[in-house]
């Protein structure tokens, strides 16, 4: 299960060896906007030799790779693909013609070097205004399609305003992007919490954006990654209410009755199916059900 996306930057060595032992779900190499241009062949180097020689303890592997009007993304293509990363993360994507841009690269990389094409996936990051746009034809543009991960930082700045904690200048972004997302049945990531401090600020945040239908969220600090992993995982309560709808439904049917009701509630097919995305979800985590 994938609930937070950890960015280290490609150019530092204490953070990308320690990778694997932060805790989050999902780490990501950044070759972009953590790492100069003059750092660019440094940092590939030292993520290739990191993928190649270290335990990342069972966390996905995505590389953010540098945007596809700079010099730098067919090297960073041609030097990650051969170490079958999880995921690639194209930059400043705008609609599906840059996605099958990059796609016919990708493959290009993985027949050269013996790999089943489509092995390595995508999740582009939109920070622009047209990419929230064309968010629904991004997000349908390719089979190696995993997420839609919003970019508030640069969005804003393409909007020509300011970004605040509260978010309420990217809350029609939010919404349209996990709109696509959940439209194309695959998952929605939300922008980082950019205040390092405000552990206080960042859970508020977390909680709106699961409220509004988000698999989970960015982060980049390791001190984020507790807290949005709590946020992003069901509750006990949850996984215990998901239990009795289906101990409710199986009650049911074996008296026959065409209804059922829990907690002075009907039960319907939405909430059967929150239940089982709740237990599902538990199930990844491990252990929540055995408790």
């Not at 990308?16 to 906007?33: K, P, Q, T, Y």
């Not at 966390?59 to 693909?81: F, G, Q, S």
């Not at 991960?149 to 700045?157: F, H, K, N, P, V």
């Not at 049911?252 to 089982?276: F, T, Y």
């Amino acid at each position: 299960m994938r609930r937070t996306m950890l960015f280290l930057p490609g150019n530092n060595p204490n953070m990308v060896m320690n990778g694997g032992v932060l805790g989050a779900d999902s780490i990501i190499f950044d070759l972009e906007d953590a790492v100069a241009p003059d750092q660019k062949d440094a940092a590939r180097e030292l993520v290739r030799c990191a993928l190649e020689m270290l335990d990342f303890g069972g966390c996905e592997i995505i590389v953010r790779i540098n945007a596809l009007d700079t010099p730098y993304w067919k090297e960073d293509l041609e030097a990650m693909i051969p170490l079958k990363p999880d995921v690639i993360m194209p930059t400043k994507v705008s609609g599906a013609a840059y996605i099958h841009e990059l796609e016919a690269k990708m493959a290009e990389e993985e027949e050269k070097n013996g790999i089943e094409i489509g092995r390595t996936r995508i999740i582009p990051l939109l920070e622009t205004t047209l990419g929230i746009e064309n968010a629904f034809e991004i997000a349908r543009s390719t089979k190696r399609m995993a997420a839609l991960y919003l970019g508030a930082e640069d969005l804003t700045a393409d909007l020509r305003c300011r970004r605040t904690k509260e978010g309420n200048e990217i809350a029609y972004a939010r919404g349209r992007l996990v709109c696509a997302a959940r439209a194309a049945g695959i998952d929605a990531y939300d922008t980082p919490f950019t205040d390092v401090e405000d552990l206080a600020g960042l859970k508020k945040d977390a909680e709106l954006a699961r409220g509004l239908g988000y698999t989970g969220k960015a982060v980049i600090s390791p001190r984020h990654v507790d807290i949005v992993n709590a946020v992003f995982s069901p509750s006990k309560e949850d996984v215990a209410y998901a239990r009795d709808v289906f101990a409710a439904m199986e009650e049911a049917k074996e008296q026959g009755k065409g209804a059922v009701s829990l907690r002075g509630k009907m039960i319907d097919a939405p909430i059967v199916e929150r239940a089982r995305q709740v237990l599902e979800a538990a199930a990844q985590i491990g252990g929540m059900l055995d408790e």
